[in-house]
C-alpha cells in the first residue's frame, strides 16, 4: 500500500527565512505527487503538482517542488518566506495503478511564520 | 464559480446516535470524494464516486458507514451508529474529469463531527 511521509510535523520560520518541508512516499510505480495548503479557517486547495516532465515544479506564491525519482522524495520549497504563508501543507501521492485517482496525503506539517 | 458546499459545518451527537452530512460539488464535476480527517492526521479518503457509481470503498467501514449520489450531483455521508473515533473533519471534494491522475480535487469546507 501506498503511504507518504512528512517529517516534520511543525515548523516555526521568521519572515525572509528559507522553507523546505521534506516529503517521501512509498510506491515504486509511476506517480502523481500534489501539495495542497490550508490556510487558517479556509479550505484545502492546491499550491502544486507534478505529473510528468521538468521535476522542478513550481506553484502559487512562490513555491516549488522538486521531484526526485531515486529518493521518492517531492520535497516543498521557498526561498523566503511570508506571514501569510502560516498554514498547513499536506503532500500527497496518487499511484497510476489504475485510471482512477486515489490520493494517499501525509499527516501535514504546520508552518508558523512570526512576522 | 462556486466552490464545493458542505453542510453542517459542525455537529455534535452522543455515541450511538446517527448523523448525516451533504456535499454539493461543483457545477459539472463528475467525480466526487468524501474524505475523513481525524485530527493530527491527513485526509483519508472513504468513498469515491465517478457520477453516480461508486468507484472505490475500500476504506469505507460499511458496518456504520454508507454514502449515496443518486443523481450523480450532490451525495450524503451517513454513520449510524456513531462511535467516538468518528470524531473528525469529514471533507468533501469533486474534480472535472473522471480518469486522469493530474487532477486537481476541489475541497468544501468540511464538517467537523464531535461524537460524545
Known amino acids: 500500500a501506498q503511504s507518504v511521509s512528512q517529517h516534520n510535523h511543525h515548523v516555526i520560520l521568521s519572515e525572509a527565512a528559507s522553507l523546505e518541508l521534506g516529503c517521501n512516499y512509498s510506491y515504486g510505480g509511476t506517480v502523481n505527487l500534489f501539495w495542497y495548503v490550508q490556510y487558517p479557517g479556509q479550505h484545502l486547495q492546491l499550491l502544486l503538482k507534478?505529473?510528468?516532465?521538468?521535476?522542478l515544479v513550481k506553484g502559487i506564491k512562490g513555491f516549488e517542488a522538486e521531484f526526485i525519482k531515486s529518493k521518492f522524495s517531492f520535497n516543498l520549497r521557498k526561498p523566503s518566506v511570508q506571514w501569510s504563508d502560516t498554514a498547513e501543507y499536506f503532500c500527497?501521492?496518487?499511484?497510476?495503478?489504475?485510471?482512477?485517482?486515489?490520493?494517499?496525503f501525509g499527516t501535514g506539517t504546520r508552518l508558523l511564520v512570526s512576522p | 464559480e462556486a466552490g464545493v458546499a458542505q453542510s453542517p459545518r459542525y455537529k455534535i451527537i452522543e455515541k450511538r446516535q446517527s448523523v448525516a452530512f451533504w456535499c454539493n460539488p461543483i457545477s459539472g464535476h463528475a467525480t466526487l470524494y468524501w474524505y475523513q480527517q481525524i485530527l493530527g492526521q491527513g485526509p483519508k479518503l472513504l468513498i469515491q464516486?465517478?457520477?453516480?457509481?461508486?468507484?472505490?470503498d475500500s476504506q469505507l467501514p460499511k458496518d456504520r458507514f454508507s454514502a449515496e449520489r443518486l443523481k450523480g450531483v450532490d451525495s450524503t455521508l451517513k454513520i449510524q451508529p456513531a462511535k467516538l473515533e468518528d470524531s473528525a473533519v469529514y471533507l468533501c471534494?469533486?474534480?472535472?474529469?473522471?480518469?486522469?491522475?493530474?487532477?486537481?480535487?476541489?475541497f468544501g469546507p468540511g464538517t467537523r463531527l464531535t461524537v460524545l
Open positions: 507534478y505529473f510528468s516532465g521538468d521535476p
Open positions: 464516486f465517478q457520477n453516480n457509481g461508486v468507484v472505490d
Open positions: 471534494a469533486s474534480s472535472p474529469v473522471t480518469t486522469g491522475g493530474d487532477n486537481e480535487q476541489f
Open positions: 500527497a501521492v496518487n499511484a497510476l495503478h489504475t485510471g482512477f485517482q486515489k490520493l494517499v
